[in-house]
């Protein structure tokens, strides 16, 4: 299991264009948002049924669809490729380097525009 990383904002910015990555997969994923509590910092991350799933520190499993990545233009999204990641900002994002791409903690919790045609 990965473990969680402890870095700014501004810290991983700069990790990110050091290795010649994209700044923000889905900027929305970067946006303030209100401010919660350790229980709903991101634990682990794993794969199954075609879906995406955060575990949570209170121990709550929240998963997307992985199609939801081609909704947002992101193409050959696979869970193999999703096996790879690290966890950042004290469990509120995850960093998929196989596909270039960040994803938030809210868009697990709130959704990300996903189901709008």
């Avoid at 209170?58 to 696979?78: A, F, H, L, M, Q």
């Avoid at 790879?84 to 998929?96: A, H, K, N």
């Amino acid at each position: 299991m990965n473990e969680v990383q402890v870095a700014t904002n501004q810290q991983l910015i700069e990790e990110l264009e050091k290795r010649g990555r994209r700044k923000f997969c889905c900027a929305k994923a970067f946006q303030s948002c209100p401010k919660e509590g350790k229980e709903s910092k991101i634990t682990k991350v794993f794969t199954r049924e075609n879906k995406l799933f955060i575990q949570l520190a209170d121990e709550r499993e929240v998963g997307i669809p992985i199609s939801w990545w081609e909704k947002w233009g992101v193409k050959n999204v696979t869970a193999e490729k999703l096996q790879e990641y690290e966890i950042f900002w004290l469990g509120d994002d995850i960093d998929f380097p196989q596909i270039d791409e960040i994803l938030g903690r809210e868009t697990f919790l709130h959704g990300f525009n996903a189901t709008d045609e």
